[in-house]
């Protein structure tokens, strides 16, 4: 199915799809006029604080099928192969001219890594084309002495970047970008219903598009053009086949969706933080701006990188229920292992719920050239539709 030429008759949506499908192009007139961008790793960097203070905050990605030849040189081989060639786009000089920084938080422990080994290629080869990189630490532990360290944590953050403009934020800025971010938040959420329930007329590639060109382009003109999308999707056509949840490793492209599309599937919702897991939990703007912002980024929708297992098998039932699949994608790329601890017991708990599941893990970067995937997925589609 992938992206329908109905859709491709909405400019708004048109203009979405050429942002997603051309990020540096976007960033480059950006810079070109004027515009001062930080690029982020990592899906707990609060994009607020960086609009506040007058950033373009842009998520960092992995080219498809790139040279890794830096990558091979600092890494191991055990890093998830899209943690290695967003790797190798950072030190090879790519990003160098793109973006001012790069903010990184902790969420998962190959960032972690990454932070340091970026760290000490700026201390041993300082006249490679590295942007300045600020790490943030967060705790994710939900109690409240957690909460105060990360309050601390955010000050701090807040003070590195009004250092960066030689500028005080004030909690009025934090603020006001706090609602843009809510206002973004909340014309994804009306869209993505779109792909959910008896009438839906959006299919999961097209979520897709819409919801990761929000990472790479400015929050008011995107909230923009999906205001626009959503009046015109309304009127699109419905649309059928078994309804599939989507857990594991993150999609920076829609390839996956359209093979499950491919399949006669579709994906109505996903916990990654290209897909809906962006746009759960606003900040309350009527909480001090660090609290609102703190309670944003630590209570929204679980990860499996930082969370106990029983913790996500709760979260993911519940997530499950409320998008109204009747089956669950587990896919992981190879060296992405935390998720897969959680399995057995989510398992359990999905089929006690009387979901079909499929489990498909150690998966490389090839996703529409991959005969077995594609069997296998079909298979479980053709399964969800009772063998026919």
């Known amino acids: 199915m992938a992206i329908r030429e109905r859709a491709l008759q909405s400019r708004a949506f048109a203009a979405l799809k050429d942002i997603y499908d051309n990020r540096e192009g976007y960033l480059t007139d950006a810079k070109a006029k004027g515009r001062k961008v930080v690029g982020t790793l990592g899906c707990d960097v609060p994009d607020e604080i960086l609009m506040a203070a007058g950033y373009l905050p842009i998520r960092l990605y992995a080219d498809k099928d790139p040279d890794l030849r830096d990558a091979n040189q600092y890494l191991e081989f055990s890093f998830d192969p899209v943690i290695r060639a967003q790797f190798q786009k950072i030190v090879d000089g790519t990003y160098y001219d793109l973006v001012d920084r790069i903010v990184i938080s902790n969420s998962t422990d190959a960032l972690i890594r990454i932070y340091f080994y970026l760290r000490e290629v700026h201390h041993i080869e300082p006249e490679k084309k590295v942007p300045p990189v600020y790490f943030i630490d967060w705790l994710f532990t939900r109690t409240r002495m957690h909460q105060v360290r990360n309050e601390g944590t955010i000050k701090r953050f807040i003070e590195e970047v009004e250092n960066w403009t030689g500028k005080a934020l004030t909690d009025s800025e934090i603020r006001t970008a706090s609602k843009v971010c809510n206002e973004n938040r909340a014309a994804l959420r009306s869209f993505s219903s779109l792909r959910k329930g008896e009438n839906a007329t959006v299919n999961s590639s097209e979520a897709l598009v819409v919801i990761g060109s929000s990472l790479f382009m400015d929050r008011k003109e995107h909230t923009e053009l999906v205001n626009q999308v959503i009046e015109d999707a309304r009127s699109w056509e419905k649309l059928s086949g078994p309804k599939v949840y989507m857990t594991g490793s993150v999609q920076e492209s829609t390839e996956l969706y359209e093979l499950v599309e491919a399949s006669g599937g579709l994906i109505v919702s996903e916990d990654h933080d290209w897909g809906d897991r962006h746009m759960d939990r606003d900040v309350n703007t009527g909480l001090d701006p660090v609290r609102g912002i703190v309670d944003r980024y630590m209570l929204r929708m679980f990860s499996s990188k930082k969370a106990f297992v029983s913790q996500r098998v709760e979260a993911l039932a519940d997530a499950v229920e409320a998008s109204g699949a009747e089956g669950v994608l587990f896919y992981l790329r190879i060296y992405e292992d935390s998720p ?20 498909i893990a150690k998966q490389g970067t090839d996703i529409t050239g991959n005969a077995k995937l594609k069997a296998d997925i079909t298979a479980f589609i053709s399964d969800m539709k009772g063998g026919c």
């Open 340 to 359: 897969s601890w959680d399995f057995p017991e989510q398992n359990k708990r999905l089929k006690a719920m009387g979901k079909k599941v499929i489990y």
